[in-house]
């Protein structure tokens, strides 16, 4: 069974650095472009960023652009989203997901990330 399983939330104070990880077990990434989401209390999930397969090109919601950065080490299996100068309007709900061809078709569960003021 595919399955991706995040890790690193946690409590950490505004201005402060988080890293999150994303391992797949059941099946490899390393040919899929990998994407993290977020979701805040009584919003809906918004798009965060993505990695392609290689490990060469990202791309990120203008929100966290120059703050936060996706990294992979396919060897892991394991995808990262670094997270700097971070706000309490980061706070949510971390989801990595797999891009399947036309859409991103497995996601992890989600761990929580809290910043506070």
């Known amino acids: 069974q595919v399955q991706l399983v995040e890790s690193g939330g946690g409590l950490v104070q505004a201005g402060g650095s988080r890293r999150l990880s994303c391992v797949a077990s059941g099946v490899t990434i390393r040919s899929n472009t990998m994407g993290w989401f977020r979701q805040a209390p009584g919003k809906e999930r918004e798009y965060v960023g993505s990695?392609?397969?290689?490990?060469?090109?990202?791309d990120y919601a203008d929100s966290v652009k120059g703050r936060f950065s996706i990294s992979r080490d396919n060897a892991k299996n394991t995808v990262y989203l670094q997270m700097n100068s971070l706000k309490p309007e980061d706070t949510a709900v971390y989801f990595c997901a797999r891009r399947g061809v036309n859409e991103y078709d497995v996601w992890g569960q989600g761990t929580q990330v809290t910043v506070s003021s």
């Open positions: 990695i392609d397969w290689i490990g060469v090109n990202t």
